[in-house]
């Protein structure tokens, strides 16, 4: 199956990169972990606080946590670019810090509201015709959750390949990528259930662990979020490079 071929190169992409994927990515991983972290070590503050959101202590958290997330969209956008542009154009690291590609990392900011917007108008709209169904027909209702992560997965990537096309500077437009992909519906479906069961697997001790707020489990998130984010881009990468420039991905 073509999914499970996309998912597997995406991975070993990772595996056979990865000292060039640590040198990208560790020092911008951490900045994007920092809101996360700083939750984390405020959590029972935060918790004394939230009933009183003007609190000089709940507007300064809240500013603060604001901030990193700021820093951490910028740092996670710089991952993606360097990344793609790795993999893609062959641009090596020299440092534990890639070079920063500005405009591109912009674009990729726009490019990925777009898609997220499409997704959610095509997901919301499927799951209200399903619901209607679902009130028909009640049995039919179990189809709403994987409907949507399949039409979700479908949409997601057949139009994902214009993020690693600006990552790397080539002009390309939805409607470019979608006809590219023309006919691989099915291949982005079983691709979409793939991910969906490796998240549920590689974050279930983190879910059932007696103490999810103990620092054990927050390093494992961390740990494993950092492997999601480079697998999840090199998944982009590897559709990109298929789809588009014609790469093999046995």
Not at 230 to 239: A, C, D, M, N, Y
Not at 243 to 249: L, V
């Amino acid at each position: 199956m073509k999914g499970w071929q996309i998912f597997v190169h995406s991975v070993r992409l990772v595996l056979n990169n990865i000292g060039a994927a640590f040198r990208i990515s560790f020092v911008l991983y951490l900045v994007s972990a920092a809101a996360q972290v700083y939750g984390y070590m405020n959590a029972d503050t935060m918790a004394e606080v939230e009933t009183d959101a003007f609190s000089p202590e709940a507007i300064q958290l809240d500013g603060t946590t604001l901030f990193l997330s700021l820093l951490g969209l910028v740092a996670s956008l710089w991952i993606a670019v360097a990344w793609h542009r790795f993999v893609l154009e062959e641009e090596y690291p020299t440092g534990f810090l890639p070079r920063m590609h500005g405009a591109k990392m912009l674009g990729y900011f726009g490019r990925s509201l777009l898609i997220g917007i499409i997704v959610m108008l095509g997901t919301i709209g499927a799951g209200f015709i399903l619901g209607v169904v679902a009130f028909l027909a009640p049995p039919l209702g179990l189809l709403i959750f994987p409907v949507s992560i399949g039409l979700g997965a479908v949409l997601f990537f057949r139009l994902g390949s214009i993020l690693p096309a600006c990552a790397i500077g080539q002009k390309l437009s939805l409607n470019e990528a979608w006809a590219a992909t023309r006919g691989e519906a099915t291949t982005f479906v079983v691709l979409g259930v793939i991910i969906t069961l490796a998240t549920l697997v590689i974050f279930l001790p983190s879910l059932i662990n007696s103490d999810p707020a103990s620092v054990i489990n927050l390093i494992y998130v961390l740990v494993v979020n950092w492997f999601a984010t480079i697998i999840g881009i090199s998944l982009l990468t590897t559709v990109y490079g298929h789809f588009i420039q014609g790469r093999p991905i046995d």
